[in-house]
Nanobody, 126 residues
Framework: QVTLVESGGGLVQAGGSLRLSCAAS????????MSWFRQAPGKEREFVAA????????NYADALKGRFTISRDNAKNTAYLRMNLLKPEDTAVYYC???????????????????WGQGTQVTVSS
């Protein structure tokens, strides 16, 4: 069992940066691939980035590669999402998720992840 709590969201101007954190509890964090998804009003939840359990491998949505960086600190049971050069279209609720299958970091689908946080709002003003 893994419990996830996101933080770090807020209001930022276009061009700014934010770092989201996802604090996990549970003994299986270090073996769990982690990911970030986002959901804008009226839209489906979409994949942002994923990272393998060791942190050695990452996977990004093509449109976000280069602006967003996913990382993790297994000693702190925390995953991060660094977002640079933010745009108004990045406005969404951002969710972190954990998987139980080692190769899940290769997936970009909601169904690959078993545990979800409650989400943190990111609003980018123009």
């Amino acid at each position: 069992q893994v419990t996830l709590v996101e933080s770090g969201g807020g209001l930022v101007q276009a061009g700014g940066s934010l770092r989201l954190s996802c604090a996990a509890s549970g003994r299986t964090f270090n073996s769990a691939p982690m990911s970030w998804f986002r959901q804008a009003p009226g839209k489906e939840r979409e994949f942002v980035a994923a990272i393998s359990s060791s942190g050695s491998h990452t996977n990004y949505a093509d449109a976000l590669k280069g602006r967003f960086t996913i990382s993790r600190d297994n000693a702190k049971n925390t995953a991060y999402l660094r977002m640079n050069l933010l745009k108004p279209e990045d406005t969404a609720v951002y969710y972190c998720a954990a998987a139980t299958v080692a190769t899940a970091w290769l997936s970009r689908t909601v169904g690959a992840y078993s545990y979800w946080g409650q989400g943190t709002q990111v609003t980018v003003s123009s």
